[in-house]
């Protein structure tokens, strides 16, 4: 990570260096926090921050759901957003908002900390490499299984929560994968460590509901809408681990993985080994849209 000139932080840009928080800050002990991760890219109008009002939204919507009294409303972030975003002089890049409890209560009542708000911007290229974006990547079944409804909020982006993330993401490097699937505790599919999965089997493409644990994920939105669009048909239900290994395609997407394909999962070829053309006409269609070359939902675009 390329450091960036400011930061946006409680209603101010303040610089890279100086946005820091104290060490008994409630978020820091026990995950207590929200946040989200928004990708811009180069257009021909200038830089445009992907889907970023409904990304505030479900910022917004988080901190509600833990019970975070956020005082900035969905325009006040989307207008620092973009102010921070210009401020740093970036073309394309990443927006990281970020909503926690700072101080002022210790113990798991957060009742009397303050309530911090910051939103980063910086360069970033591809998550899971440039390599997996061209040829696809490996990944594994982990061992870990998702966060029930029933345990936390699967369907937020808690920061605590992505602990659950965390370990399924280093098990799979150590076992020599790009990148996890994590099963529920009732066996179907949820996700990757950070993206939602879509299938391709005899010309129909599937993804997990959100009740299997998986994050309502906006990118996932856009590519499902723009297939349905295309002509592909999409549809929600639970998916196996067999499902996975009698795939003819699969792919990730998310904010950070884009349209990633999937090569290999637990050292099966998935259909020819290679990405299949569904996989590459998602890639195609969402990258067409997120630079405005589509000529499509430029609702979709907000402009630095």
């Not at 303050?114 to 998550?127: P, T």
């Not at 909020?153 to 370990?167: D, F, H, R």
Request: aromatic share 8%; with cysteine; charged share 20%.
């Amino acid at each position: 990570m390329e450091p960036t000139t400011y930061i946006w932080m409680n209603g101010r840009l303040v610089a890279w260096e100086e946005a820091t928080v104290h060490v008994l800050s409630h978020g820091l002990h026990y995950g207590t926090g929200v946040f989200e991760g928004i990708r811009a890219y180069e257009t021909d109008r200038g830089a445009a921050i992907f889907r970023l009002t409904d990304h505030m939204e479900r910022l917004v919507r988080g901190a509600k759901a833990l019970g975070i009294p956020l005082t900035w409303s969905v325009d006040d972030l989307v207008k620092a957003a973009k102010e921070l975003f210009a401020a740093n002089g970036l073309r394309s890049g990443y927006v990281r908002p970020l909503v926690f409890y700072g101080t002022g209560s210790m113990g798991l009542n957060p009742a009397g900390a303050s309530v911090e708000a910051i939103i980063a911007a910086w360069e970033w290229g591809a998550y899971l490499g440039e390599e997996g974006l061209r040829n696809g990547i490996t990944v594994g079944v982990s061992s870990w299984r998702r966060i029930s409804h029933e345990a936390l909020l699967p369907n937020a982006k808690a920061t605590g929560a992505y602990v659950n993330s965390v370990l399924a993401k280093q098990e799979a490097l150590a076992a020599g994968y790009d990148e996890a699937i994590l099963l529920n505790a009732e066996g179907h599919i949820a996700e990757g460590s950070g993206e939602n999965l879509f299938l391709v089997r005899d010309g129909v493409v599937s993804t997990p509901p959100v009740a299997a644990g998986c994050l309502e994920g906006i990118t996932a939105h856009t590519v499902r809408t723009l297939l349905v669009e295309d002509g592909y048909e999409v549809v929600e239900r639970n998916l196996t681990r067999t499902d996975l290994y009698y795939a003819d395609e699969l792919f990730f997407t998310g904010t950070a993985a884009e349209v990633t394909p999937i090569r290999e999962v637990d050292r099966r070829p998935v259909g020819l080994g290679e990405p299949g053309p569904v996989t590459r006409r998602a890639q195609e269609l969402f990258m067409a849209t997120a630079t405005g070359r589509l000529g499509r939902h430029e609702e979709w675009l907000d402009f630095v």
